[in-house]
């Protein structure tokens, strides 16, 4: 089947939105995570989603949720969220209330999430189906999308989507010097939490999608490429969510074509297009030097 | 002008960290403007270390306050006292006769440039606009562009409009820096080492501008450095800081060998005393 007719699938029309909605919500955190000197967050996010996929896993089979009639009960990710969202509150806390730097403290709760989440899995009797595979998790399975889970990434894009516009120009600031940010009034600490929250949610969601080891690259390669050829913040934050955009939907036709895992087309897509920015970049600073 | 002593007053504290208004000062039956900075034995503590101990200061409205003292003696504290980034553990702190921090629009702040991050994208008419939004701008409107290359041209730095931040000199980044502190008409300047890191010219070009501004428009400014000759030359009153006042006066009163002293605790700074 042609990719044109392959678009009248269901499950291709999903996978296709479910893209495009975790594209705009990684690419516009990712300009926060990018000038913040955050991309570790984005692994360590992802890997306490791992951790809490585990404890979700092993709660939802122990006491019985698997035979649950409702789909999301049965659905780790219920657990994973809040799990991720505790791993983000902490280090926040730990950045702001102890002298241990921010990859210090993500590094903490990177390996303590892997470790519960190999705990769990391990201790799930092998003959139970989740309906979830260990390589789903780690590599994603955006083409499995169901009508439920994109539901569910709509109502967390919806909300943070409308958090990251609107606090945009107090995020800026405090991105771009959180002192002078707090005499003007902006309440950074309370926004950093807010910030840590939101991608806690966006990752632990869109996890499940495009995969554990997958979505640190979602946050960090769209927005990195574009900081290489924007001049302001504003035009770094519309290029980040047009590459993520791009390079979700450049990922899934290729992974279509040429019959190989979504995870890996998308983010070498977005690997091909920070080259090419890179490349311009040069061109751009070159031209400027013989200005 | 006096350093402020006398018994803590802590009903007034309390209804100060309230935010309702400071007590006034003492002083005749008219009721007197209160003082610009107003500062009451302030105690702050990071950690174990007593950063700040029983500060007491007033400076009044039109005021060029130098703030010197060796290195760790706490000045940069007390600009964030001011500024009401960190509330005292002691005493109180008030800036126009409310709480710190109560009016940042108030106050132009220019912070050390050594926490600038020269990876982010802006460029100087951004950076100056967020003197007038107080938050980043994404589209700088016409009105905030007009204010704003007004600023810049004020500090002599009109060409810098569409030039990128990571690309400007010291000395252009510290005019940038003043555009955006200025362009809200502020009634006080605030400066943390506005010198460091900048060359000879761009120091005194730095100080003419403060001069100016002051003279235009009466504000206050209150600055630290570590120029002690620089506060001898513009500073109209200098406070002597090494975690508590060691001198607090007109430049000839503090600026002496015994205050000094007790202050730095040695005698390295007779180059400054020659002035």
Known sequence: MSLAGALHLAFMQRAVAAGVLIAVMAGLLGVFVVQRRLSFLGAGLAHAAFGGMGLGAFVIVSTGLLASGVGLLRHPVWIAVPFSLMAALGIAWVRQHTRLSSDTAIGVFFAVSVALGVFFFSIIPPDVNLGLSLMDLLFGSILSVTRPDLLVILGVAAVSVAFLTGAWGRLGYATFDDELARTDGVRSPLLEVLLFACAAVVIAVSSVVVGIILMAAYLVIPAASARLVSRSLLQMTVVSVLLAVLSTLAGLALSYLLDVPSGSTIVLTQAALFVVAAALSRRQKAGAARQ | ?275
Not at chain 2, 101 to 112: C, F, K, L, S, T
Not at chain 2, 124 to 134: H, K, P, Q
């Open chain 2, 1 to 275: 002008m006096s350093p402020h002593d006398g018994a803590p007053n802590e009903q007034a504290a309390s209804r100060e960290r309230d935010g309702r208004r400071a007590p006034a000062p003492e002083g005749g039956g008219r009721r007197a403007a209160p003082p610009v900075i107003h500062m009451h034995r302030v105690g702050v503590r990071l950690g174990d270390a007593v950063v700040l101990e029983e500060v007491s200061l007033e400076v009044a409205a039109g005021c060029f306050l130098a703030i010197v003292g060796p290195n760790g003696a706490g000045k940069s504290t007390l600009v964030k006292v001011a500024l009401g980034l960190l509330t005292p553990q002691r005493g109180h702190a008030a800036l126009f006769g409310e709480v710190a921090g109560a009016h940042p629009e108030r106050i132009g702040y220019v912070p050390q440039l050594k926490t600038f991050d020269r990876t982010f994208p802006a460029t100087a008419i951004e950076l100056v606009s967020t003197g007038l939004r107080r938050r980043w701008p994404g589209r700088v409107t016409r009105s905030e562009r007009e204010l704003a290359r007004a600023a810049l041209s004020r500090v002599g730095a009109e060409r810098l409009e569409r030039r990128q931040l990571a690309r400007l000199s010291g000395g252009e980044l510290q005019r940038a820096y003043l555009a955006r502190a200025l362009v809200r008409r502020p009634q006080l300047v605030l400066l943390d080492e506005p010198a460091a890191g900048v060359d000879y010219l761009a120091e005194h070009d730095l100080y003419d501008l403060l001069e100016r501004y002051q003279g235009d428009t009466g504000a206050t400014v209150a600055m630290v450095t570590h120029d002690l000759a620089a506060a001898r030359f513009h500073a109209d009153r200098v406070l002597v800081l090494n975690r508590r006042v060691h001198g607090f006066g007109t430049p000839d009163e503090v600026l002496c060998e015994p205050c000094l002293e007790a202050a730095f605790g040695h005698r390295g700074h007779h180059h400054a005393l020659a002035f």
